[in-house]
C-alpha cells in the first residue's frame, strides 16, 4: 500500500507592505504577471524621496550605495557550490577564496579606510545587512542624531561616493 502525501497549502497570500513592489519576473512570456519582492532599505528610502537634499542628488546616493550592497554581497559569496564537497569540507577553514570574492574584500576594505568609522558602520548596516537608516544610525551613534536620522545617513552616503569615488578611479565595481 502506498501512503499519500498531502502537500501544504497556504492559507492566503502573502501580506503585502509599503516596502513591497511587483516587478519580479516568474515567467518569460510577454504579459505574464509579475511576483512581488520585498525592496531594500536603501531601495524604500529611495521610493519615498528620503535620499533627497544636499549637494548631491538622490540618484548618485542611490547609486553609490547600490554599488556598495553588490561589492558587499559578492565578498559574502563564496566561489564554490555545494556539489563541490571535497572543495567545501576541508578543516580548519573550509574552501580558499576566490578571486572574485577576494578582489571584492580588498575594493570593501579600500572603500572603508577611504570613510571615517562611522560613516562606514551606517553604509554597511543599510546597504550590506539590511537595517533601516534609523536602526543604522542609533546603532553607531546613539541618540545623538534621534531626530535627523535620515540627514546622518545621507551624511554617510556623500561620504561613501567620496571615498567610493577615490577608491574605483580606473577599477571597476562588479
Request: with cysteine.
Given at each position: 500500500?502506498?501512503?499519500?502525501?498531502?502537500?501544504?497549502?497556504?492559507e492566503?497570500p502573502?501580506?503585502?507592505?509599503?516596502?513591497?513592489?511587483?516587478?519580479?519576473?516568474?515567467?518569460p512570456?510577454?504579459?505574464?504577471?509579475r511576483?512581488?519582492?520585498?525592496?531594500?532599505?536603501l531601495?524604500?528610502?529611495?521610493?519615498?524621496?528620503?535620499?533627497?537634499?544636499?549637494?548631491?542628488?538622490?540618484?548618485?546616493?542611490?547609486?553609490a550605495?547600490?554599488?556598495?550592497?553588490?561589492?558587499?554581497?559578492?565578498?559574502?559569496?563564496?566561489?564554490?557550490?555545494?556539489?563541490?564537497?571535497?572543495?567545501v569540507?576541508?578543516s580548519?577553514?573550509?574552501?580558499?577564496?576566490?578571486?572574485?570574492q577576494?578582489?571584492a574584500?580588498?575594493?570593501?576594505?579600500?572603500?572603508?579606510?577611504?570613510?571615517?568609522?562611522?560613516?562606514?558602520?551606517?553604509v554597511?548596516?543599510?546597504c550590506?545587512e539590511g537595517?533601516?537608516?534609523?536602526?543604522?544610525?542609533?546603532?553607531?551613534?546613539?541618540?545623538?542624531y534621534?531626530?535627523a536620522?535620515?540627514?546622518?545617513?545621507?551624511e554617510?552616503?556623500?561620504?561613501?561616493c567620496?571615498?567610493?569615488?577615490?577608491?574605483?578611479a580606473?577599477?571597476?565595481?562588479?
Open positions: 500500500m502506498r501512503k499519500r502525501v498531502e502537500i501544504e497549502q497556504p492566503g502573502a501580506i503585502v507592505g509599503r516596502d513591497h513592489v511587483r516587478d519580479r519576473v516568474i515567467s512570456v510577454a504579459g505574464a504577471a511576483a512581488w519582492r520585498k525592496l531594500s532599505p531601495e524604500c528610502a529611495y521610493a519615498r524621496g528620503q535620499l533627497a537634499g544636499g549637494k548631491r542628488n538622490a540618484a548618485e546616493r542611490f547609486e550605495g547600490q554599488r556598495y550592497a553588490r561589492i558587499f554581497a559578492a565578498c559574502e559569496s563564496g566561489g564554490r557550490d555545494s556539489t563541490q564537497l571535497m572543495n569540507s576541508r580548519y577553514g573550509g574552501a580558499p577564496l576566490g578571486e572574485g577576494r578582489g574584500m580588498e575594493k570593501l576594505r579600500g572603500i572603508h579606510a577611504a570613510m571615517g568609522a562611522n560613516d562606514a558602520m551606517i554597511r548596516l543599510v550590506g537595517f533601516t537608516p534609523a536602526e543604522a544610525v542609533r546603532r553607531v551613534c546613539g541618540d545623538g534621534r531626530d536620522t535620515l540627514a546622518r545617513f545621507r554617510a552616503l556623500d561620504c561613501l567620496h571615498g567610493g569615488a577615490r577608491t574605483s580606473g577599477s571597476r565595481a562588479p
